[in-house]
């Protein structure tokens, strides 16, 4: 397995939840760009971690698999798969920022990444979808 990415990589996401499994690292992944550039990642994970999943702007990589599976099982049914989806459709992540986060457990490595904006997303959720005929 490759070392951590640099700070302005672009990875893949499936990339980096193998990372985050293989090197037992903490990985975040935000949903919104103004948030991602400007703020502190502690001080996120403390303001937004009561929040809904679906409606934070930051979670762990595990649960952000979680949560788009669990849409796409909503709209697309029970069959479904998120990574079958990105395996084929990669979707990259910036890395925003490296280093090291105090835990319950001590001191942990961890990336801060940013997703694409959600229209770019959409993008890859609905690229297969049609419009239906009145």
Known sequence: MRELPKIGEH???????????IKHISIYL???EEIARTSD?????AKYRLIDPDFRPVMEIEEWF???QKQMHQITGTNACVEEMLATESLN??????GIIQTTT????YL???LPYLDEMEEIHYSNATIPKR
Not at 11 to 21: A, E, S, T, W
Not at 41 to 45: N, P, Q, S, T
Not at 106 to 109: I, M
């Open 106 to 109: 001590g001191p942990h490595t």
């Open 41 to 45: 990642l502690v001080a996120d994970i």
């Open 93 to 98: 992540a910036e890395i925003l920022e490296t």
């Open 11 to 21: 990875i893949d996401v499936l990339v980096l939840r193998k990372l985050c499994r």
């Open 66 to 68: 979680k949560t788009m």
């Open 30 to 32: 935000y949903m919104d």
């Open 112 to 114: 801060k990444a940013l």
